[in-house]
């Protein structure tokens, strides 16, 4: 079965990085995007980062130039460098794929950016 486990969440202060990884298992990994979502509280799940299975990246205006996903296929895994972190980056963080017609979710990785 499909599973996706984030790791590398933490508290750092404003300005700095952090690095989150997604390990995946249960599909084709090299065949498929993968994307990275978000959710603070009290607000809804928003797209951070994509990257197709060709290497892609798309990134929304509030993150872009800041973050950078990536992807190594042979270990599986997908990245979100994350750097100049605000404040209002805060949030669970969350790895995400679509496999025939089933969109599948990591438990997430809390991120909290605070002084």
């Known amino acids: 079965q499909v599973q996706l486990v984030e790791s590398g969440g933490g508290l750092v202060q404003p300005g700095g990085s952090l690095r989150l990884s997604c390990a995946a298992s249960?599909?084709?990994?090299?065949?498929?995007?993968m994307n990275w979502y978000r959710q603070a509280p009290g607000k809804e799940r928003e797209l951070v980062a994509t990257?197709?299975?060709?290497?892609?990246?798309y990134y929304p205006d509030p993150v872009k130039d800041r973050f950078t996903i990536s992807r190594d296929n042979a270990k599986n895994i997908v990245y979100l460098q994350m750097n100049s972190l605000k404040p209002e980056d805060t949030a669970v963080y969350y790895c995400?794929?679509?496999?025939?017609?089933?969109?599948?979710w990591g438990q997430g990785t809390q991120v909290t950016v605070s002084s």
């Open positions: 995400n794929v679509r496999v025939q017609f089933i969109y599948y």
């Open positions: 249960g599909f084709s990994f090299r065949s498929f995007g």
């Open positions: 990257i197709s299975s060709g290497g892609t990246t």
